[in-house]
């Protein structure tokens, strides 16, 4: 009986002290050593602020003229080169308004044309009647010819100068028609190119805001777009730091999408300008490296390397 009660205990003993060895070694046994090896190195002092990536040039693409989007080219997220056709807008009324200018350029040219006949005319009309009036005025003072005929020749003498002052102001005011003709054709022609958007420069669309339909008023935004040239961090950096900041040191950025990365940058410039609230200013950081994924707004950390001492 005794030797069956031994044999029932004998696997609670050894569950007993194994869990006791166990405790002893998590809880009593003394920790393992761990070995630092030091050695000098630089001490870099840094500046931080908090800020959003910007590009440095941005802009707004807008229509010029007040017409209905016919077509819409790209889309955001698209790369774009100057002088590349992102939209087109209605472009039949113009169309018709060019057309229409351009007949009206073709009957000012033609009315300069025959005024210009009639100034020839009576250029040669007042000749004769200068050598008219010479002739009988002479033969009246021999009396060959009566003086009412002599006043005659005067009277068409002077008809004769009227009617080339007539034709010189017909002349005048049919080079005018043409002037104008040729600018309402040159303003119309600009209006047509104007239903084509292009883009400025070569960037990024970051936002599309219209779709074909939609009625365009000037200024009213068709999409955004920015430059890839220079792409920064605009951060707020506290004004205790004025005196430490200055164009071109180098920087270290950390987005919060990888916060476990820095990207290099330098700072560009700073603002001269202090909010009178959270009593700090503003440092852009340009970015050397971007990430894989970015968007224009995101938030970052910027690490600015004021000084390094060596020990």
């Given at each position: 009986m005794k030797h069956s009660f031994l044999r029932r205990m004998l696997p609670w003993l050894a569950l007993i002290a194994a869990s006791g060895f166990a405790f002893y070694k998590i809880k009593l046994a003394p920790p393992p050593v761990v070995t630092h090896k030091l050695s000098l190195g630089i001490i870099t002092g840094e500046v931080m602020g908090t800020g959003t990536l910007e590009a440095r040039v941005k802009t707004t693409v807008s229509a010029r003229i007040q017409e209905r989007l016919m077509a819409v080219l790209v889309d955001q997220g698209d790369t774009v080169k100057q002088g590349?056709?992102?939209?087109?807008?209605?472009?039949?009324?113009?169309?018709?308004?060019?057309?229409?200018?351009?007949?009206?350029?073709?009957?000012?040219?033609q009315t300069a044309l025959r005024v210009e006949a009639d100034l020839a005319r009576s250029e040669a009309v007042l000749a004769q009647a200068r050598r008219d009036n010479e002739r009988l005025r002479g033969l009246a003072a021999s009396q060959a010819v009566s003086q009412s005929e002599a006043d005659k020749a005067g009277e068409a003498l002077m008809v004769a100068e009227a009617d080339l002052k007539r034709s010189n102001a017909a002349i005048a005011e049919a080079q005018g028609q043409v002037l104008v003709a040729e600018k309402t054709l040159l303003h119309r022609k600009e209006q047509m190119a104007f239903t084509q958007i292009n883009a400025p420069y070569d960037?990024?669309?970051?936002?599309?805001?219209r779709d074909p339909g939609d009625m365009l008023?000037?200024?009213?935004?068709?999409?955004?777009?920015?430059?890839?040239?220079?792409?920064w961090v605009s951060a707020w950096v506290d004004e205790t730091a004025i005196s430490k900041v200055a164009a071109g040191q180098m920087a270290r950025i950390v987005f919060r999408s990888e916060s476990d990365k820095n990207y290099p940058g330098v700072v560009s410039r700073i603002g001269r300008?202090?909010?009178?609230?959270?009593?700090?200013?503003?440092?852009?950081?340009?970015?050397?490296?971007?990430?894989?994924?970015?968007?224009?707004?995101?938030r970052a950390e910027v690490y600015i390397q004021t000084e390094q001492v060596r020990p």
């Open positions: 590349q056709l992102l939209a087109r807008l209605d472009d039949g009324e113009i169309r018709q308004q060019v057309a229409i200018a351009e007949a009206t350029l073709a009957a000012a040219k960037g990024l669309i970051i936002r599309r805001d008023v000037p200024g009213g935004a068709l999409m955004e777009m920015i430059s890839l040239d220079e792409i300008e202090t909010d009178r609230e959270t009593r700090e200013f503003i440092v852009d950081v340009r970015v050397n490296e971007l990430p894989k994924n970015w968007t224009i707004g995101q």
